[in-house]
């Protein structure tokens, strides 16, 4: 059918009947749907082409109202100069062209990456999206009154289309905005997490300068801290959610040995933080060092759990390398320990294996508990005079040893690490792996 379409700029709304003079007469072959049959149509579709040779010679008063309602709506845009304004007129200037172009093209968006690259721009320069967002909202309300004044010889239905392509233009340029904005925030989160680990990288090599450090702590937005703690992990669940940790730890869970290091590991309420994000994992954390020694705190806290995944601490939960230095420095060197073991446990070597085991449970409780027999009896459970007997035999077998202050140190060291050697969780012990009279009693004999 054939809708005769006026645009006037002056004619008060709501006003109908003749056109006056001046006014714009446009004629076009239009068909108008039903509005059950537009349903997933485009609203631009329903418009004359023509329009938009009608509304192109306003556009530069209509984007003065748009700018002055936006200064005084959202505050980021109330001072006429500065970042915020440029950006403004840019925007409203472009978005106005922009929908004058659809309404010729019958919809298709000129330009959408001139809105992406405007969020982009936001993000790069550190600031919201939320001021831009309000405007787009403020543009499209402030352009719609004005076309409203204007368009008021349209069919109701027209006028239904042009309200309903205002509003999808508006939509598409947040929209837009707000992908350009989420690609930059990913892009610069892709590049900060590289830095980042290319920083624990650093901090876990050896021999690594203050200097070095500093400048690419610097280039990763890390805070230099005063101290350190490295944190080897061995995730339990491989499919279950990675652990989330503060903001200012470095990770990297992608390595061969997952490994973080946490800033200022000593500071209020960072254990308790700590803890709840290893949860989930098995985790041992290294003593606190300097920035420069974080590779030492890593070694010792792979060392420590390398010790735990044996039986040989309780590795439930976090282990912290500080409760357990003294099991650390006993399995530095387990072939120097399996040799003094070897020399100062001697004289046990012709016993049975549960005679062995006896007489190597008493002396070190004896050694522990300052050479007295009744705490022994207590620590043993059995009764003081068993304990005496034991000590007799003992003082048989090692002689003046037992009064030698050196002595007596290497044999607490050996049996201490004896028993421990007795938790570890290997398999059961078999007749083949049991001391038989003559045979060295050795650490890992169960």
């Known amino acids: 059918m054939t809708t005769e379409v006026f645009v006037s700029t002056d004619q008060p709304q709501g006003a109908r009947g003749p056109m006056p003079d001046g006014g714009h007469r446009v004629t076009a072959e239009l068909g108008i749907p039903s509005r059950a049959g537009r349903a997933g149509r485009s609203p631009w579709s329903e418009l004359p082409r023509e329009l938009a040779e009608h509304v192109l010679p306003h556009l530069d ?10 200064r005084v709506q959202v505050r980021e845009y109330s001072r006429g100069e500065g970042p915020y304004a440029s950006t403004l007129r840019t925007v409203v200037e472009r978005a106005l062209a922009h929908f004058v172009a659809r309404l010729a093209r019958g919809g298709p ?21 939320d001021p831009l967002q309000s405007a787009v909202r403020v543009g499209g309300l402030v352009a719609w009154r004005r076309l409203a004044r204007n368009a008021w010889e349209l069919e109701p239905r027209m006028i239904t289309a042009l309200c309903e392509a205002v509003f999808v233009h508006q939509d598409d340029i947040a929209r837009q905005a707000a ?31 203050h200097d070095a450090i500093a400048d690419l702590a610097a280039a990763a937005h890390w805070p230099m801290p005063r101290t350190v703690a490295a944190v080897a992990l061995d995730i339990r669940h491989q499919d279950t959610r990675p652990p989330a940790f503060p903001p200012d730890v470095l990770v990297d869970l992608e ?14 309420g960072r ?10 994992c098995a985790g041992v954390i290294g003593p606190t060092v300097a920035v420069t020694e974080a590779a030492h705190s890593m070694r010792l806290a792979r060392n420590m759990l390398q010790l735990g995944q044996r039986g040989v601490i309780d590795a439930e939960g976090v282990v912290r390398c500080v409760d357990h230095m003294s099991t650390l420095i006993l399995f530095q060197d ?16 012709h016993l049975r294996s549960s005679q062995q085991d006896r007489l190597a449970e008493t002396l070190l409780a004896w050694l522990q508990s300052g050479r007295n027999a009744n705490e022994v009896a207590m620590r043993l459970h059995v009764h003081p005079q068993t304990v005496r007997y034991r000590l007799r035999q003992l003082e048989e077998l090692f002689g003046d040893q037992l009064l030698d202050p050196d002595l ?39």
């Open 61 to 70: 008063l209509v984007a003065e109202e748009i700018i002055a309602e936006i």
């Open 255 to 268: 390595r061969t040995q997952p490994s973080l290091i946490i800033p200022d590991p000593d500071g209020p």
């Open 271 to 280: 254990q308790q933080v700590v803890d709840r994000a290893l949860a989930d």
């Open 179 to 209: 992908e350009g904005y989420r690609q930059a925030q990913a892009a610069v989160a892709g590049e900060m997490q590289r830095r980042r680990r290319r920083l624990l990288d650093l901090l876990l090599s050896e021999s690594t300068g």
């Open 109 to 129: 968006h000129p330009d959408p990456d001139f809105f992406q690259n405007i969020g982009r721009g936001e993000a790069g320069e550190g600031r919201s999206l």
């Open 334 to 349: 387990e072939q120097l320990l399996k040799s003094l073991a070897e020399l100062r446990l001697a004289p046990l070597a």
């Open 408 to 446: 007596r140190f290497d044999l607490e060291i050996v049996l201490r690490a004896r028993r421990l050697q007795q938790s570890l969780a290997l398999t059961p012990a078999t007749p083949d792996h049991r001391a038989v009279a003559g045979e060295v009693i050795s650490l890992r004999r169960l």
